[in-house]
């Protein structure tokens, strides 16, 4: 990102009664980890067995990216004021643009907009860093997934218009995870 938010991480990013955002700091990456394993649950339920060793390939790449959007200062968390944290979203950049590198709540935190409250901070996170759209990857076929996103303002990128960084990141993705050929981008503008 050319620029992020100017608060600590410490600082509330945005508030609601019982939770609020906050930029996660580098640290937390195992509880980033833990959130996202939760949340793969719901993933496993609708077949899609997302559950690597810990040396996988797949799992270094996406640690990887996760560390860039940590260092950052791109990641944000959702925190429940009584059970602590419970989900995040975190932004990288493909070809130019921003990248929903990853968005994921826990399994007992779903239905209660927390998602989407997500969605909608990291699009102000983009904003406040002059980026004109958000690209994202994820599964075309799963009721929640793709219809989630179009609710929230993306529609479904042809493969013809995506960046050689994007068509890049939807092969590795198609080459490590089931149902490769459900992996669809989605792009979202900011205008």
């Not at 979203?89 to 007992?108: F, H, K, N, P, T």
């Amino acid at each position: 990102m050319r620029s992020v938010l100017s608060s600590p991480m410490n600082v509330e990013l945005d508030v609601r009664p019982d939770f609020f955002i906050r930029r996660a700091d580098p640290a937390e990456i195992d509880v980033l980890g833990a959130i996202d394993d939760d949340a793969a649950a719901l993933f496993r339920e609708a077949g899609l067995d997302l559950d690597f060793p810990p040396r996988h390939a797949f799992v270094l790449h996406e640690r990887c990216r996760w560390e860039a959007c940590l260092a950052a200062g791109t990641v944000l968390l959702a925190v429940d004021r009584a059970s602590g944290p419970v989900g995040f979203a975190m932004l990288g950049r493909l070809d130019g643009e921003a990248y929903l590198e990853q968005i994921s709540v826990r399994a007992e935190a779903t239905r209660r907009g927390i998602g989407t409250w997500l969605l909608g901070a990291v699009s102000v996170l983009a904003k406040a860093a002059d980026e004109r759209s958000i690209v994202l990857t994820t599964y075309g076929h799963l009721p929640w997934n793709r219809p989630f996103y179009e609710r929230n303002g993306y529609a479904a990128v042809h493969e013809t218009a995506c960046g050689h960084q994007l068509a890049r990141e939807l092969e590795i993705q198609r080459r490590w995870l089931p149902r490769p050929e459900q992996r669809i981008a989605m792009r979202r503008s900011l205008a």
